[in-house]
């Protein structure tokens, strides 16, 4: 996986960063995202 950032030149440079560069279907946001495991302390 790649991070960018945009770096742009002139008299005053900027940076802007754009995030990270892979893709992904819809279906298969649970393998990134999976359901919250929950604690119950008592």
Do not use: Q, W
């Amino acid at each position: 996986m790649d991070h960018l950032i945009k770096r742009t030149g002139g008299v005053k440079p900027k940076v802007a960063e754009k995030g990270p560069l892979f893709k992904i279907n819809k279906r298969d946001l649970s393998l990134l995202f999976p359901e919250p495991v929950k604690y119950y302390l008592t």
